[in-house]
């Protein structure tokens, strides 16, 4: 059973500071995915990673991908206000011809003057 | 958005009473999806669609069925609604394993 793990769970920065959002799962996959959710909305996606060493950057936010050790990073520069937000996770089950993902917990993101 | 709409938005019902939830979507993907999402617990599939009439169960699939009779829309429906069935209703759509999810804005739905 694929299980998704999201640390920190709660995170609180100032702006301007550097922090990193690690994402966990148990099984092998091979894509892997980031959204953002701002409170009392939906998701919006902001990452696809399909390869292992896949790396993609918007903005402040840079994603990673390590499939050996199962490893998916999302590092924020410089962070800014309007980052503040809820981020998921999200790893797609191997064997599947459709897109059937697990989602981790999110991390609740509050970023501060 | 890609073009996903839920309706309705909001709902208050009553214990015991069917509802359905309706999901559109215009930018014909193929695959479409039902989440629920509650505090603590994330993101959770209950069911999903890979074609129309053709459709699965997922993680927490008890108590609700869904059909697709076209492309465009996917329907999920509680049989007979109960208070552990309060939350947030998302639909999603994608057009394939390698393609994001493109998700709705939401049902918020209220089981009384």
């Known amino acids: 059973e694929l299980k998704v793990e999201q640390n920190p769970l709660f995170l609180s920065m100032q702006e301007g500071k550097n922090y990193t959002i690690y994402c966990n799962y148990s099984?092998?996959?091979?894509?892997l995915y980031w959204y953002r959710q701002d409170p009392g909305k939906s998701l919006e996606s902001l990452f696809v990673?399909?390869?292992?060493?896949a790396v993609k950057q918007e903005g402040r936010l840079m994603a990673s991908l390590d499939t050996k050790a199962r490893l998916s990073t999302l590092h924020i520069t410089a962070a800014v206000h309007d980052l503040s937000a809820t981020y998921f996770c999200?790893?797609?089950?191997?064997?599947?011809?459709?897109?059937?993902?697990?989602f981790g917990p999110g991390t609740s993101l509050s970023v501060i003057p | 958005d890609a073009g996903i709409t839920q309706s309705p938005r909001h709902k208050v019902t009553e214990t015991g009473t069917p509802v359905t939830l309706r999901c559109h979507q215009t930018?014909?993907?193929?695959?479409m999806y039902w989440y629920r999402q509650d505090p603590g617990h994330g993101l959770r599939l209950i069911h999903y669609?890979?074609?129309?009439?053709?459709?699965d169960k997922g993680e927490v699939s008890d108590g609700y069925s869904v059909s697709r009779s076209k492309t465009e829309d996917f329907l999920l429906t509680l049989e007979s609604a109960t208070s552990s069935q309060t939350s947030v209703y998302f639909c999603?759509?994608?057009?394939?394993?390698?393609?994001?999810?493109?998700f709705g804005p939401g049902t918020r739905l209220l089981v009384l």
């Open positions: 930018e014909n993907h193929r695959y």
């Open positions: 099984t092998t996959s091979d894509r």
């Open positions: 999603a759509a994608s057009g394939g394993r390698e393609e994001t999810q493109y």
């Open positions: 999200a790893v797609g089950l191997m064997k599947t011809s459709y897109d059937k993902v697990i």
């Open positions: 990673l399909l390869s292992n060493g």
């Open positions: 669609s890979y074609g129309v009439k053709d459709t």
